[in-house]
């Protein structure tokens, strides 16, 4: 049983497009964050929501925006891709805030 | 904000040989210190973590040290094995406000285990 499932794992699109991430969990937790991993491996919160209302907000371009339709989902939709956006993006989990956190496989985005 | 550094950036050892891998944060307020490890193509996962009332804490072979007043924390593996070739992360979490708190991690150290 996968805890946190994200889908796609693979995105390769041009420019200018949009696209989605969808991020499930089956862990029952309260909390789901969005990480970016770039190409230098550093781990930088996006997002972070605590039952379906976002508390956390960092300084991401507003082409991001995070939705959350129940607690057990956290999708991204990202607007008018850069190059820049191309990063491996995670989906994670805790049950405790500061606690444990439950990472997904990544999505790995490339911008042609 | 919260400022995490890391290093080495790079670590490679013999099997069997120990590894340490230290970190500072410059937000005194910070009182969790977890540390993850990352497969290759996998998402990272929690190995250890460590609170600031205590000060060192070990799991079999790993351990984590903790310095509050010098605002570093580290690392040690012992009898290295080359499964524990990896990225290793470590972070800090402060509250951001309300019941809120925010993780900021380190720039990863990758470690490889030679046979």
């Known amino acids: 049983d996968t805890a946190v499932s994200q889908t796609p794992k693979y995105l390769v699109t041009q420019m200018g497009n949009d696209k989605s991430i969808k991020c499930e969990q089956n862990l029952g937790h309260d909390t789901m964050y969005w990480y970016k991993q770039d190409s230098k491996k550093f781990l930088k919160i996006m997002f972070s929501?605590?039952?379906?209302?976002?508390?956390i907000n960092e300084t991401v371009p507003n082409r991001f925006s995070p939705k959350s339709p129940d607690k057990a989902h956290l999708n991204l939709h990202i607007n008018s891709l850069e190059l820049g956006d191309s990063a491996v993006y995670f989906c994670a989990s805790s049950q405790t805030v500061p606690g444990e956190l439950f990472f997904g496989e990544g999505s790995r985005l490339t911008v042609l | 904000g919260e400022n995490v550094e890391q290093h080495p950036s790079t670590l490679s050892v013999q099997e069997g040989d120990s590894a340490v891998i230290k970190c500072t944060y410059s937000?005194?307020?910070?009182?969790?210190f977890p540390w993850y490890k990352q497969e290759l193509g996998k998402g990272p996962q929690l190995i250890i973590d460590i609170r600031s009332n205590v000060g060192e804490k070990k799991d079999q072979r790993i351990a984590v040290t903790l310095n509050k007043t010098a605002k570093h924390f580290s690392l040690h593996i012992t009898e290295t094995q080359p499964e524990d070739s990896a990225v290793y992360f470590c972070a800090a979490s402060r509250r951001s406000g309300g019941s809120n708190y925010k993780l900021t991690f380190g720039k990863g150290t990758l470690l490889t285990v030679n046979p």
């Open positions: 929501y605590n039952n379906k209302e976002l508390i």
């Open positions: 937000d005194s307020a910070s009182n969790y």
